[in-house]
Structure formats: C-alpha cells, structure tokens
C-alpha cells in the first residue's frame, strides 16, 4: 500500500505466509516491541526522501510567486521543515491504516508496524510528536495560516482510506500536497490571490500524474488486494491520461505567471519541461518494467526543480 508523501519503494509481490512458513515468525509480534532510532526512522522512511521533495517543491513555487521571485528565508525554512514532518506524519498515518495488509505484501511485510517490531501506540506517539513540531512551526506564521492549517491535517488522514473507496486516489494526494501551496501563499500574502488557486489545481495535475506513473509498479497487487489506482483505471489508456495531467499542469503553471506577471524564461522553461513530459508519455505508450516506472517517478523531483528555477529566473531576469 503506499501511503501519503510515501511515494518511494519498488515492485512488490503478495506473499501469503503459512504455518511453520519463516515468514510467519518473522511478522509475529515481539512481546516487548521498543521504540528505538533505528525503528523509527524506517517507521518515517529517513532514507528516502522523494515524498518530501515533491510535497516541498510547490510550496516553493507558491512562496516564489507570491513574493514576487524573493520569498523570505525564514518562510523558505518553516515550510521546507513543515513538508518533511507532515510527510513523516503522512507515511505513519498509513501505515497504521495498512499494518494488516502491509504484513501480506512481500515489499512491506518488514515494515515496523505490520512486523510488530513496533506497536500501534508506538506510531501514534511518533505520530503526534511529529504533528506536534508541525503545530510549532504553523504557529510562526499569520493568522490566515493557521487557520486553514487543520485542513491539512484533515487531507492527511483522509489520503489512507481515498484508495480504497475512490478509483483516482492520486487526486486526493495531489489536494493534499497542493494544500501546502495555499497556506504558503497565504504565509505570504495574508490573503488568497487567484495565482494560488492555479498554482493549487496545478499540484493536484502535477500528483496525478507522476503517482499514476508510480502507481504502474503495483498494478498486479493492488488489483490482488482490492486497492484502487488510476493506473487500473486507466490501464492501457495510462499514457494519455498521464498526458493530459501532466500538459494541464503545464498550463495551470503558465497562467499562474501570466497573471504574475513573470518573465519569459519562465515560459521557455516550461517548454523544456511539457518536451520532458512528452517523452515519458510516449515511453508509456509501451510496457514499462517497474523499476523503470520508479525512475521516471523520482525524475519528476528534476521537473519540479526545474520549474522552481524557471520562476525565479522569471522574476529575476
């Protein structure tokens, strides 16, 4: 199962264990599970951090336009901290909605929780020191921000149970993490201006797009499971539809700065990038093995950077 700002991993395959299987003592539950560094930064996923870039980079893009290409540091701090532990919180709040399954699923059966290395009170308390950080953070910030805040926090527990009852649970990831942009912009501004609002719908394209992508490592098992994705959605149509999201995106992004007002490089740079997204489309056109659908996820973090540099170029040059 992947979970919010989860977002990383490989192809998996559904193992059932048996009786006297090794399998099974390893996901017996310890008698005396500890809460350890160790466990804990497997629980939040420390190593990988795809997830947060991809939940980090639109806020950016919202601090960026919203200050006219020269966002403050300490605002530039807060929301990179913020993205990191709202992901971690992200990943957890999953995994406690997935333990049972994530015990049956090859790629995850080792995770903490669903091995009972630790408990489910041992999530929820590294669940609410990090939503507790979090709350620090936003209290550092206007009244506006806070306000609209719990929403996020609404949307993060939403996203565990969107992919088992909607066909595209990527859209409400894509909500999730746009929601950041929102409160950046407000953060920034005090208000909510209409470029927000294009730079919000573009996040929700942008998500749908790459975990569509993501999404094809796990076809076979999640059809097996009984999750719902837009990859089985759309099955062999996948290519268009990540075609549509992804060109979408690009234009939301373009009449964002239209009424910004940014420079033309920004354009060029969106060329640059609608001409990366083209080729993956076509690549989709064909099976993609599922490491190579891996890669091309993580490649989306490249196309992000690239747009964020776009946009300051835009206001700078």
Known sequence: MRGLAELTGSARSVT????????SEILSPSPYPRLTWSNVTRLIRLKNQTGTWLLVLPTLWALVVAAGGAPPWHLIVLFALGSFLMR?????????????????????????????????MHGL?????????????????????????????VLATLYPFAKRILHIPQAMLGIAFGWGTI??????????DPPAWF???????????????????????????????????FAPYTWLAVGIALGTMLILL????????????????????????????????????????????????WLGSAILV??????LL
């Open 254 to 301: 373009g009449i964002a700065g239209w009424v910004a007002r940014i420079g033309w490089i920004f354009y060029a740079v969106l060329a640059g990038a609608g001409l990366f997204c083209a080729r993956q489309v076509v690549e989709l056109r064909q099976p993609v093995a599922p490491a190579r659908a891996f890669r091309m996820f993580q490649d989306h973090v």
């Open 199 to 233: 730079i919000f719908a573009a996040t929700i394209c942008w998500a749908v797009g790459y975990d569509t992508i993501y999404a094809l490592q796990d076809q076979e098992d999640d059809r097996r499971i009984g999750v719902k994705s837009s990859a089985l959605l």
């Open 183 to 192: 409160m950046a912009w407000t953060a920034s501004r005090g208000s909510i």
């Open 125 to 153: 308390v590294v669940l609410a020191v990090l939503l507790s950080l979090a709350a620090l953070l936003v209290l550092q910030l206007n009244t506006l921000t806070i306000l609209l805040s719990p929403i996020a926090l």
């Open 88 to 120: 971690s919180a992200g990943v957890v709040l999953n995994d406690l909605a997935d333990r049972s399954i994530d015990q049956h699923v090859a790629r995850t059966q080792h995770r903490p929780l669903a091995s009972g290395e630790l408990s489910p």
């Open 16 to 23: 059932l264990p048996s009786m006297g299987d090794p399998v």
């Open 310 to 315: 776009g946009l300051l170029a835009g206001f």
